[in-house]
């Protein structure tokens, strides 16, 4: 990217999530569901001593993308790490759920799912569990009526149960900053050892679980500049398509063929890992 | 955590609400909706204990600079600077200037 593209640009990145899915959604048809005032905050975060935030970190926006009604469900990273807890995480399931009913009733509402999240949080523990097992099941009941959009544009990345609702997707963009995995690196480091796994060296993270690994190991479908225009101008063009008639996570039986194929006695570099998932005939 | 509260003596209600901010390391949200007639009020949830003076002082200074629409705001902080909290609540009274309907 030249200096000019870069100073031109508006970067979705540092976007917060409210102003991610207005940017997302036709000019004027933004309209937020279980919003910041509806009293939706968390009533366990205050009990702990952790101050909430009004929506929960979850943004519920219903409108239309290029025409075609659409849920967007941004979640805000900056929040708590973008950590799913049991409101956010019903607000999210609910959503989809509610998409999918319109489905079942002629309205043919899509939904695209910005991802920006370590997981579940902590401090909700089996409350956020449960919510994000209900997001996976709304995904796979929504994607047979229409796309389910996934989005990961960093910095936050994608991890922990999230990563699921990632995999199950119709289809993931990814830019450059986005990260996807199901353990995040300080995890793995700690229980794989430093030696092996390097939380700090950033370089050695993303080059493992950065959006364009991601991309050439056909874990991601779209690969995008932080761009907000090219970010919806991608979006639109996925959300426009039929439903799938297969996913990637039905893809089990050839992924386990090739996980069985990995020489575990060897430390794995970024190229090997796309010699053995990249090739995806 | 502790929780603050303050009130001020203001106008006629606020036209709108207002939500401005994230509950992000260093950062602030603030939102505000229209209160009762004549009295502004102000929930402070913070996450840094023992700063009540300096949020006395500091939101003193604000509503008492200049007559304000009543209000009933809510902020939850995250360790904001006061200079970050003076930009915060700026900009939220911009936004209920500028007429810009928000969530």
Same mark, same amino acid.
Request: charge should be negative.
């Given at each position: 990217?030249?200096?000019?593209?870069?100073?031109?640009?508006?970067?979705?990145?540092?976007?917060?999530?409210?102003?991610?899915?207005?940017?997302?959604?036709?000019?004027?048809?933004?309209?937020?569901?279980?919003?910041p005032f509806d009293g939706l905050t968390s009533p366990w975060l205050k009990r702990q001593g952790v101050v909430p935030q009004g929506d929960d970190g979850v943004v519920v926006a219903?409108?239309?993308?290029?025409?075609?009604?659409?849920?967007?469900?941004?979640?805000?990273?900056?929040?708590?790490?973008?950590?799913?807890?049991?409101?956010?995480?019903?607000?999210?399931?609910?959503a989809l759920e509610l998409a999918a009913e319109d489905n079942r009733r002629g309205v043919p509402t899509r939904a695209v799912i910005l991802f920006e999240t370590g997981g579940v949080r902590l401090q909700e523990a089996n409350l956020g569990l449960a919510s994000i097992a209900e997001v996976h099941a709304a995904i796979v009941d929504l994607r047979r009526?229409?796309?389910?959009?996934?989005?990961?544009?960093?910095?936050v990345?994608?991890?922990?149960?999230?990563?699921?609702?990632?995999?199950?997707?119709?289809?993931?963009?990814?830019?450059?900053?986005?990260?996807?995995?199901?353990?995040?690196?300080?995890?793995?480091?700690?229980?794989?050892?430093?030696?092996?796994?390097?939380?700090?060296d950033r370089p050695f993270i993303w080059s493992f679980t950065g959006g364009e690994q991601r991309f050439a190991t056909g874990l991601a479908d779209r690969f995008v500049n932080d761009d907000t225009t090219a970010i919806r101008d991608v979006v639109a063009e996925l959300i426009a398509r039929p439903p799938r008639s297969a996913h990637r996570s039905e893809r089990y039986t050839d992924y386990l063929r090739r996980l069985g194929r990995y020489d575990a006695s060897k430390q794995p570099t970024p190229d090997a890992v796309r010699d053995l998932l990249g090739d995806q005939t | 955590m502790e929780q603050l509260r303050f009130e001020y003596a203001a106008g006629a209600p606020a036209s709108r609400r207002v939500l401005v901010g994230v509950v992000g390391s260093g950062d602030l949200e603030v939102m505000i909706?229209?209160? @009762?007639?004549?009295? +502004?009020?102000?929930?402070?949830?913070?996450?840094?204990?023992?700063?009540?003076?300096?949020? @006395?002082?500091?939101? +003193?200074?604000v509503f008492s600079a200049e007559p304000r629409a009543a209000m009933r705001i809510r902020i939850h902080d995250f360790g904001a600077t006061p200079g970050v909290v003076g930009m915060r609540l700026a900009e939220a009274f911009e936004a209920l200037d500028e007429g810009k309907e928000q969530p």
């Open positions: 990217m030249t200096r000019a593209a870069l100073l031109s640009r508006e970067s979705f990145v540092e976007l917060g999530a409210r102003a991610r899915a207005q940017a997302l959604l036709d000019p004027g048809t933004f309209r937020e569901l279980a919003g219903l409108g239309t993308i290029d025409g075609h009604p659409t849920v967007v469900l941004a979640i805000e990273g900056a929040f708590q790490g973008g950590s799913l807890g049991e409101v956010g995480g019903a607000k999210i399931a609910g009526y229409q796309p389910v959009i996934g989005v990961i544009a960093g910095q990345g994608c991890f922990g149960g999230m990563s699921i609702a990632a995999g199950l997707c119709s289809e993931l963009v990814v830019t450059r900053e986005a990260r996807l995995g199901l353990n995040g690196p300080a995890v793995i480091e700690q229980e794989a050892g430093i030696a092996e796994y390097d939380s700090r | 909706e229209p209160g @009762d007639p004549g009295k +502004t009020s102000i929930d402070v949830t913070t996450s840094v204990n023992g700063y009540g003076r300096v949020w @006395d002082a500091q939101l +003193t200074r």
